[in-house]
């Protein structure tokens, strides 16, 4: 089969304080309980007035949930309608993968509440996510939910839609730039290309607690150890590529056969969040430094 792979990568996983640099302190959410209460009482307050001045209906009943997707860190891959609810939201709660410069559009009168993960540090738990999306809506607020790339594709988005809706809630999603495609792009690689790749894969590097392995259950077709990879199928010298902080002034990216792709992944220390695309079309790029030639012998299979 041809094929591309794309993994979900995560090196060295530790929390990315530079990340929070737009509500540092302010918004320690663990720090916040009691003015977290404030606000919900403000909001209420807020609902019941125009409740009592016009009775309109709307305006008394549960606000809404939007999960709005930002794309992989470019403030510029966000879709109208993820930039229009970003400044018009009361409420926003926004994960580790958010960046600054979209952190940065919010309302002035917006409150903002960091509720990141890293892998085996969470800044809240995911039902008390949950629990802190409810309160917001049922305190009549417009909620939105910020998610690096696409909130529906491992970013756990399906989860606060059923607990939310099991409420009486209403959730509305607004897609993003998945970070394998916004990444893909900014490096000039076709994710799939005639006579190359014919299919692409998402897999994630991350399993729940007590979970399979989800590179093994992907038909055991990956797996972070490059050996394994190859017994599978892939030859050694498949062109991989793996990007840090993609389409961010902070890109580091690295470029190498497979053989290679973990020593040099390892030489460079790229840290979490990381992406690691695999396949043929990764030659395709312009920046693949390697080969040429075999670029162009691929354009010529075509
Ligand atoms: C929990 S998943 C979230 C995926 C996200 N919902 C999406 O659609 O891209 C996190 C993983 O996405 C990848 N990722 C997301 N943004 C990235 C970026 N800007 N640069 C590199 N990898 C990124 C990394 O592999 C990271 O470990």
Redesign the pocket.
């Given at each position: 089969m041809l094929g591309t792979e794309v993994l979900?990568?995560?090196k060295k996983p530790k929390p990315d304080l530079s990340l929070h640099r737009v509500c540092k302190g302010k918004n320690d959410i663990a720090l916040q309980l009691p003015e977290l209460k404030k606000l919900l009482e403000v909001l209420k307050r807020k609902r019941e007035s125009c409740c009592g001045n016009d009775g309109d209906g709307e305006k008394c009943g549960p606000g809404n949930v939007f999960l709005v997707?930002t794309g992989?860190?470019d403030p510029e891959l966000l879709t109208l309608k993820a930039v229009k609810l970003v400044q018009k939201a009361d409420v926003l709660l926004y994960d580790r993968?958010v960046s600054n410069d979209v952190l940065e559009m919010v309302g002035p009168d917006a409150r903002l509440l960091y509720v990141g993960k890293t892998a085996g540090y969470h800044s809240r738990t995911q039902e008390e996510i949950h629990e802190l999306l409810l309160s917001f809506a049922e305190a009549g607020a417009t909620v939105v939910r910020l998610?690096?790339?696409?909130?529906l594709?491992?970013?756990r988005g399906g989860e606060e839609i059923d607990f939310l809706q099991q409420q009486g809630i209403q959730v509305k999603v607004v897609p993003?730039i998945?970070?394998?495609s916004g990444?893909a792009a900014e490096l000039g690689i076709p994710l799939t290309h005639r006579g190359v790749a014919n299919s692409v894969r998402f897999l994630?590097?991350h399993s729940r607690k007590g979970g399979t392995d989800p590179l093994f259950v992907a038909e055991n077709a990956a797996d972070p150890d490059s050996t394994l990879l190859m017994q599978h199928g892939l030859p050694a010298n498949t062109p991989a590529a793996a990007?840090?902080?993609?389409?961010?002034p902070q890109q580091r990216m690295v470029f190498a056969e497979l053989n290679d792709l973990a020593d040099k992944v390892a030489q460079e220390e790229l840290v979490?969040?990381?992406?690691i695309i695999i396949g043929k079309v990764v030659a395709l790029s312009p920046l693949w430094p390697l080969s040429s030639k075999e670029a162009s012998c691929l354009m010529e299979a075509v």
């Open positions: 979900d990568h995560t997707g992989p860190g993968l998610k690096g790339g696409d909130p594709v491992f970013g993003g998945t970070s394998a990444i994630t590097g990007v840090e902080r993609g389409t961010t979490s969040p990381t992406l």
